[in-house]
């Protein structure tokens, strides 16, 4: 069973940058799939960026352009860099280790969140 914990959240104006981490932990972290979520206040959860285990990436497209989803396989860490920052990106942000079974995405685990506000 994979374990997740993310860091680098914080507090941020708009325009600002930052780049947050996802430490994996307890299984083979290459084989995995990963994302990243957001939940902002009121708001549904939802799918912000992933990347494959063979490097392939995918954006919702209020983000193109300004996040950048990689991963570094030898430290087992995912990272999710975000640059240009808005006020509507103020959400907890959790990443996740997924595989696919049967053409289906399964979410194997969630870390704990980190928080990004974006405020002057």
């Not at 104006?13 to 009121?42: E, K």
Request: net charge positive; charged share 15%.
């Amino acid at each position: 069973q994979v374990q997740l914990v993310e860091s680098g959240g914080g507090l941020v104006q708009p325009g600002g940058s930052l780049r947050l981490s996802c430490a994996a932990s307890g299984s083979i972290f290459m084989i995995y799939n990963m994302g990243w979520y957001r939940q902002a206040p009121g708001k549904q959860r939802e799918l912000v960026a992933t990347i494959t285990s063979d490097g392939s990436t995918n954006y919702v497209h209020s983000v193109k352009g300004r996040f950048t989803i990689s991963r570094d396989n030898a430290k087992n860490t995912a990272y999710l860099q975000m640059n240009s920052l808005k006020p509507d990106d103020t959400a907890v942000y959790y990443c996740t280790a997924e595989k696919v079974v049967a053409g289906v995405r399964v979410v194997d685990a969630w870390g704990q969140g980190t928080l990004v506000t974006v405020s002057s």
